[in-house]
């Protein structure tokens, strides 16, 4: 039963490099979601999908992208990894059209730029 | 600009005893609430919700209540467990349109329950 699952867990970069967080989920859920979370700001919205194809921005996108071509994954991308893009990045995702809002994480990556 | 706040980093509790966290808001277009928790290493997992309808939903030892007014909402734990130890956020969304289901979190308060 793997749910959200997300992968690297842990990955280490220099300043300058891309990368990209895979995330996959099992659940046939329509909505995924990236957040970031750092001390003292909670978890904040980098960017959403409500179906295969589509994106959308959140609280915090800059200097990330996004792409949902299948259903069950959503990849989170950094161009050019700046320290401030240092976090613990979350994936989510819930079912389509329900008003509850509840979401599923994945166990998180934590993402380091030197 | 933060939406939904949590003003208090931690909070220390005997267990046994209740816990009180809480959660205030400013937008007044949030119409559902919910609470995750969060321990180490892990992803935050769905706690308990309430919907701008209702002023308190009880499931089991987790009550929350909602102040609409004052645009307040609380988690109340009673009676504490150790294990109830980890990181609590609060977040809220506007529900109706749900806007892809997209969820405004606090900053979360870290409560520890000593045995």
């Known amino acids: 039963n793997a749910g959200v699952t997300q992968t690297p867990k842990f990955r280490v970069l220099k300043t300058g490099q891309s990368m990209t967080l895979l995330c996959a989920q099992d659940m046939n859920h329509e909505y995924m979601y990236w957040y970031r979370q750092d001390p003292g700001m909670g978890l904040r919205l980098i960017h959403y999908s409500v179906g295969e194809g589509t994106t959308a921005k959140g609280e915090v996108p800059d200097g990330y992208n996004v792409s949902r071509l299948k259903k069950q994954n959503f990849l989170l991308g950094l161009e050019s990894a700046a320290p401030s893009q240092t976090s613990v990045y979350f994936c989510a995702s819930s079912l389509s059209r329900r008003a509850t809002g509840e979401l599923f994480f994945g166990e998180g990556s934590r993402l380091t730029v030197l | 600009d933060q939406q939904v706040k949590q003003n208090s980093p931690s909070l220390s509790v005997q267990e046994g005893r209740i816990s009180i966290l809480n959660c205030d808001y400013t937008n007044s277009m949030f119409d559902y609430f919910l609470w995750y928790k969060k321990y180490p290493a892990e992803g935050p997992t769905f706690l308990i919700s309430i919907s701008s309808i209702k002023d308190k939903n009880e499931d089991g030892r987790f009550t929350v209540f909602l102040n609409k007014s004052a645009k307040h909402l609380s988690l109340h734990i009673v009676p504490s467990q150790p294990g109830d130890s980890a990181v609590y956020f609060c977040?809220?969304?506007?529900?109706?349109?749900?806007?892809?289901?997209?969820?405004?979190f606090g900053q979360g308060t870290e409560l520890s329950v000593k045995p």
């Open positions: 977040a809220a969304s506007v529900g109706i349109h749900n806007q892809g289901g997209k969820l405004i």
